[in-house]
C-alpha cells in the first residue's frame, strides 16, 4: 500500500508538471534499440537552424552524445543547465553533442522556439520521419545515448544524472552517469555497467 501510494503521488507531480510519465516501460511496445554489437544507422537531420549534421561524418569525434528532447517537456527543461555543464566540460575533449526531437507535433519553428529560450549552443535535430528514434529505441525524451564513433555503437543508454525523476528534484545529482561513461571512453577504460531507466515524456511516435 506505501508503494502504491508513493507511485500514485509521484504520478501526480508528473502530471501537474505537465509531462505525462505514460505506461511503465515494460508496458510500452517500444522498436528494440541496436544491440551492443551492432552499430547505429547513419543519420543525416536538420538542425533547429536549417543546417544538416550527418552522424558519420563525425569521425574525428572522441563520443558523440544524443540526447532525445522534447518541446515543453518539463524534465528536458530542468535538465538543461546540468546537460549544459557536460557540454561544457567535454566539448574541447572532443565530445560532439546532439539533441534528437522525435515528436511528431514538434515542428522545427518551435524546436528553434525552445532553443533559443534556453540558450541552446548545440544541434537540436528534427527526427520528422521518427526514423532515428525508432532505429535508437527511444521511448521517452531525456534518454542519453553515447555512440562510440570508433565502432558506431551504443555504449550508454540511460538517463543524464540521477538529480531529476518524476517524484524527485535533487539541488545536486549524486551520480552523474553520462560524465562517467564520457571518462571511460576518453580514457579507453571499460565503460561502467550503469543500468538506469532515463525518465522524460513519452515520445509521441505515429
Avoid at 528536458?76 to 565530445?95: I, S
Avoid at 520528422?128 to 528514434?133: F, I, P
Avoid at 540521477?162 to 576518453?186: F, H, I, Q
Amino acid at each position: 500500500m506505501i508503494a502504491r501510494a508513493l507511485m500514485v503521488a509521484a504520478l501526480g507531480l508528473a502530471f501537474a508538471a505537465g509531462c505525462s510519465p505514460g505506461p511503465a516501460p515494460a508496458e510500452i511496445s517500444a522498436p528494440p534499440a541496436p544491440t551492443a554489437t551492432a552499430p547505429v544507422r547513419n543519420f543525416t537531420l536538420a538542425d533547429q537552424g536549417g543546417a544538416s549534421h550527418e552522424l558519420y561524418s563525425m569521425t574525428d569525434a572522441k563520443a558523440v552524445v544524443l540526447i532525445m528532447q522534447g518541446v515543453g517537456c518539463p524534465i528536458v527543461r530542468k535538465m538543461t543547465p546540468d546537460l549544459k555543464q557536460v557540454q561544457a566540460a567535454y566539448r574541447d575533449k572532443g565530445v560532439r553533442f546532439l539533441m534528437i526531437n522525435s515528436n511528431s507535433q514538434d515542428t522545427q519553428g518551435m524546436i528553434a522556439a525552445e532553443a533559443a529560450e534556453f540558450e541552446l549552443d548545440l544541434p537540436v535535430l528534427k527526427d520528422a520521419g521518427q526514423t532515428v528514434g525508432r532505429d535508437l529505441g527511444a521511448v521517452r525524451t531525456a534518454e542519453v545515448f553515447v555512440v562510440d564513433p570508433k565502432t558506431w555503437t551504443i555504449v550508454y543508454h540511460g538517463p543524464l544524472n540521477d538529480r531529476l525523476t518524476y517524484g524527485r528534484e535533487k539541488a545536486v545529482a549524486d551520480n552523474d552517469y553520462t560524465a562517467s561513461v564520457l571518462d571511460a571512453v576518453l580514457a579507453g577504460a571499460p565503460v561502467p555497467v550503469i543500468e538506469e531507466q532515463a525518465d522524460g515524456c513519452i515520445i509521441n511516435f505515429i
